[in-house]
């Protein structure tokens, strides 16, 4: 008996996403060690906890993969790049490749929907929120490093920087958790 209640292009799409999540991993590790290489470590630990996240998405596009009958296919992790310029262009390639993620993210939504597919559907949205939390996250350190001086922040600027970025919360918060009480 057929158990994959997953149709051929949704399972290419999904095993796609998680070959890109595993992807976004590699990024964070990269630009994770170029920061300790600087002396950024702060940067560095909080690129090294967002690396690990980008693999638990991996692994849950996998499970869900699993879950529905599909085949996981494990393919080849693009190169990352060349190393960020300086801290400002660090950040710029996050946040460029958060926007280039949640795209990919709600080609499967829309995906999903064309198919009728409400399961995965339902399991998108919690992509669908982590990438909004993503972005804000990345926008918000980029607001951060703007003030700082940008990519001509000066040695104290950047200190104070790497020691904020280390306690920085991994969670951003989102516009729809605001309340007049919390803004």
Request: with cysteine; charged share 25%; net charge negative.
């Amino acid at each position: 008996m057929e158990t994959n209640r997953l149709s051929p292009t949704l399972a290419q799409a999904l095993n796609d996403q998680m070959t890109n999540e595993a992807h976004n991993a590699q990024i964070y590790l990269a630009y994770a060690s170029w920061a300790s290489d600087n002396g950024y470590d702060g940067i560095a630990n909080f690129l090294f906890r967002h690396a690990n996240e980008e693999r638990n998405h991996m692994m849950k596009f996998l499970e869900y993969i699993l879950k529905r009958g599909g085949k996981v296919v494990v393919s080849a992790i693009p190169d990352p790049g060349p190393d960020p310029l300086n801290v400002n262009d660090c950040f710029e390639k996050v946040f460029q490749s958060e926007v280039e993620n949640t795209t990919k993210i709600y080609g499967i939504v829309d995906m999903s929907m064309a198919e009728r597919d409400w399961a995965t559907w339902n399991f998108m949205q919690w992509f669908v929120k982590e990438q909004t939390e993503e972005e804000t996250l990345a926008m918000d350190l980029l607001s951060k490093i703007k003030v700082a001086g940008g990519a001509n922040a000066n040695n104290d600027a950047l200190y104070a920087l790497d020691l904020d970025l280390g306690k920085t919360p991994d969670d951003a918060v989102l516009a729809q958790d605001v309340t007049v009480e919390k803004p």
